[in-house]
């Protein structure tokens, strides 16, 4: 309970950490379900929480924090909500300033070469493809 009270966990992390302790796979349940009984673990929280991190520090797209949750065995509807309250007029313009910034450091031959590493660029982050080409057939 000191642990999940400091910092947002999901039942993933917990699960490892308990075992990790040396508890066997049905007391790390019965730990688990005590937890989530009395809120202390919270997976729509913690799905929430993980989105709005990786979005606004680490500039990930919706597919890699997706991608992310689930490794992490968090249920659909919670990872579907998360994303759906990030706003999307930030969102884009997130997308749009990575890009330009990115852009600086490139060397292309062309217009298509550019827009190529831009595109991988993107994707490597995690943005829907798109609205990458959205972005990118602005960017003339």
Not at 69 to 93: F, H, P, T, W
């Amino acid at each position: 309970m000191a642990l999940c009270a400091g910092r947002e966990y999901c039942r993933e992390d917990i699960r490892i950490k308990l075992t990790s302790w040396g508890l066997d796979d049905r007391e790390a349940a019965s730990v688990i379900s005590t937890l989530i009984r009395d809120n202390f673990i919270n997976e729509a929280r913690y799905a929430s929480a993980f989105t709005k991190d990786k979005f606004r520090y680490n500039k990930w797209g919706k597919l890699k924090i997706a991608a992310h949750l689930g490794s992490k065995k968090v249920n659909e509807g919670s990872i579907r909500s998360a994303l759906e309250s990030l706003d999307e007029d930030l969102y884009r313009q997130t997308v749009k300033d990575i890009l330009y910034e990115h852009r600086k450091t490139i060397k292309a031959k062309n217009q298509f070469d550019l827009k190529g590493k831009l595109m991988r660029f993107g994707q490597s982050r995690g943005y829907e493809s798109n609205l990458l080409y959205d972005i990118l057939n602005d960017l003339d």
